[in-house]
């Protein structure tokens, strides 16, 4: 029998569950993921330019992508090429974390190439979007782990909250991908993982196994900026997509059109970006400008607000290789106003592009362009050099040992700028190269020379090199004399010796070992830091990009032309004319070969192949003289400046240079 008391308590949760079930509905309200984000998330002002409530207003082309992980939607992989600088992290991998934790939870992996700096981004960007979003109380904390769980909590590199569970990783480290299932995976900066794993394979497969197990149910997020055309691996998901472009209206004519940076119809007519230049030749940013392919009409960079909003995807073929892959590209040509505009772009084609002669000034710099500004890939052309080709860049009037300064101001503009040095160690002698450089890289071969002897005795050829690197200073036809700023000495024979020589002499000369390519395309990278402890004393040494650089030389050798009385072009080479004819034949010693795989005849990569009783040190040092010259301008560039610049940029380099900061002038 229950007391009064009692009856009226059960009386009370009955009226308030009768309340409740009033309320209920008979329909279901389905939630996008991109209705989702805009209702919970929060930007904060020192993460985006752009703070407040996060809208798809500005970036609606990031709409559809994340919508095709709505559970309903059938798509099973998302493919986006794009270039940098998009906001793409931002508005697609951190939107489903959020989104797989506070409405669809389950469990995702997070991977992208370079661990460290996914840490810096978790460490930075999630956390505070976890706090402004209000899903930090979702997350088990360390406090709340159950003695043997397997719950992970709040950690640096894992979340656990309820239905799943989020894991970060390094794309260099697949033992940690076994074991565990996700039936999502986000995955970024996919072209900067390696092309192969010992023993494993392709981090694409270890990444597809994982989410195996959700056949039918899984969602993969492949994200990228392109690099290499031959190593890509964000080109081929993409076209086995629908490859859909973004089209928006001109704001004339109302055609519908995807953004291009240059385009020519078949009636010939130009359009895209377009500008005027002034009387140097250099873009003025006022005239910057879009030109509507099918009206001629202008837009400018603010009528992005506009029409931006205003468009559209559509497929670019009928029938996709994959049916339940859906793949986009996207450049910053695309950016709402307050981004990266289309003024700062035309800026940028300026470097890589001599505007005035309708030529190519930087190979490198046209590289990132097409890469991080059109997101497209860059195909490595480089072919052999043919000594016919290569002996005829000696110059009349240059001798050796001498620094042609009335040449370099007649052909360039101005003096040559600064020396640098490379050393090919072989057993039985040292190659010498000496090199000088003018204003946009234009390059003078000063000297080249071999020490003979046992390269393997600490005195000898090492004692004469010793000499030379600290005694020797060139003298320019001007008065100006040159010292060499920094001397990089190949590891790859006698290791020991060189890391000796480089421990025992001053700073300035450092050991380096080649590499093929690199798969993030840089020209150099330090050893790691534990690969310096191996080796005990250096502070610094580096790995070289031989292919990537030998690719430069073949293309300064092989597609550069000059006309007497214009200015060489950036990175045309010159050689003295006293320079004998087996010099010239050092260049002819190496072809450019394929690598396939065994078994399956995959084209795994192409290199540069030293033919047999051919020598190549002349070759060989011309790279290491390249990649001394870069290390050294990206460290002015980074410390020395007072420009506060984030890495190399050569017009600042050249203009420190212009100043006398390498060379003396005696008084």
Not at 263 to 286: L, Q
Not at 310 to 317: K, S
Not at 463 to 483: P, V
Not at 580 to 594: G, H, L, N, P, V
Request: net charge neutral; charged share 25%.
């Amino acid at each position: 029998m229950q007391s009064p008391g009692s009856s009226r308590i059960f009386k009370g949760d009955l009226d308030f569950l009768i309340e409740q079930f009033s309320r209920l509905t008979d329909s279901l309200r389905h939630e996008k993921p991109s209705d989702f984000i805009e209702r919970v998330r929060t930007l904060t002002a020192d993460l985006t330019p752009f703070p407040g409530r996060f809208s798809f207003d500005r970036f609606p082309y990031f709409r559809k992508i994340l919508d095709c992980f709505d559970p309903m939607d059938p798509t099973r992989e998302v493919v986006l090429m794009k270039g940098n600088q998009l906001g793409a992290t931002t508005a697609l991998i951190e939107n489903l974390i959020l989104y797989h934790i506070m409405c669809d939870p389950k469990p995702q992996m997070y991977v992208t190439a370079d661990a460290g700096l996914m840490k810096t981004s978790v460490a930075i960007r999630v956390e505070k979007m976890f706090d402004s979003s209000g899903a930090r109380p979702l997350l088990f904390s360390q406090s709340q782990k159950k003695a043997g769980s397997r719950n992970t909590g709040d950690t640096a590199i894992a979340k656990e909250y309820p239905g799943g569970y989020l894991h970060f990783y390094g794309g260099k480290s697949p033992a940690r991908f076994r074991g565990i299932s996700y039936p999502v995976a986000l995955v970024d900066e996919v072209d900067a993982f390696p092309d192969f794993i010992k023993d494993e394979g392709t981090v694409i497969k270890l990444i597809r196994s994982r989410t195996n197990a959700f056949e039918g149910k899984y969602k993969i997020l492949w994200t990228s900026t392109p690099l290499i055309k031959q190593t890509s691996k964000i080109e081929p998901l993409y076209l086995r997509g629908d490859q859909e472009k973004f089209y928006v209206p001109c704001k004339h004519c109302g055609e519908m059109q995807e953004l291009v940076w240059h385009g020519e119809s078949a009636a010939g007519v130009h359009f895209g970006i377009i500008w005027e230049n002034d009387e140097r030749f250099m873009p003025i940013p006022e005239s910057v400008a879009y030109k509507c392919r099918y009206c001629g009409g202008l837009m400018k960079n603010y009528d992005k607000a506009t029409v931006i909003p205003r468009g559209e995807w559509r497929a670019t073929i009928a029938k996709p290789e994959s049916p339940t892959t859906k793949s986009f590209h996207l450049s910053p040509l695309y950016n709402p106003p307050g981004m990266y505009s289309w003024e700062s772009m035309v800026q940028e084609w300026s470097e890589c592009w001599d505007i005035e002669h309708g030529r190519l000034r930087d190979k490198e710099n046209y590289r990132a362009f097409r890469n991080l500004k059109q997101g497209l890939t860059f195909e490595e052309l480089g072919v052999q050099i043919q000594y016919e080709r290569a002996v005829q860049f000696r110059r009349s009037g240059f001798a050796r040992g001498k620094v042609p300064n009335d040449l370099a101001v007649a052909d360039t503009g101005g003096p040559v700028l600064i020396v640098t040095a490379a050393v090919d160690v072989q057993k039985d002698r040292l190659y010498v190269d000496v090199k000088g450089y003018s204003c946009g890289g234009v390059t003078w071969t000063l000297d080249f020379f071999a020490i003979e002897g046992d390269t393997e005795q600490f005195n000898g050829p090492w004692d004469q090199l010793n000499d030379y690197l600290d005694r020797t200073r060139f003298t320019g036809s001007d008065g100006k004399i040159y010292r060499i700023m920094i001397t990089l000495i190949d590891s790859g024979h006698n290791a020991d010796y060189v890391y000796q020589f480089c421990r025992n002499h001053n700073p300035g000369v450092y050991a380096c070992k080649g590499r093929d390519y690199f798969t993030t395309g840089e020209s150099y990278q330090l050893f790691s830091q534990a690969i310096l402890e191996k080796i005990g004393g250096l502070d610094q040494a580096y790995h070289v990009s031989t292919g990537k650089l030998k690719d430069k030389i073949s293309n300064s050798m092989t597609s550069l032309q000059w006309t007497t009385g214009q200015p060489q072009p950036w990175w045309y080479p010159n050689f003295p004319e006293d320079f004998r004819d087996d010099y010239f034949r050092m260049f002819e010693a190496e072809t450019k070969q394929e690598i396939r795989d065994k078994v399956t005849n995959q084209w795994r990569k192409t290199i540069w192949k030293q033919a047999f009783g051919m020598e190549n040190h002349a070759f060989d040092t011309y790279v290491y003289n390249l990649a001394a010259l870069e290390i050294f301008a990206e460290f002015c560039c980074r410390d020395e400046t007072g420009l506060n610049l984030p890495a190399l940029n050569w017009e600042a380099f050249w203009e420190i240079g212009k100043l006398g900061a390498f060379y003396t002038v005696p008084t």
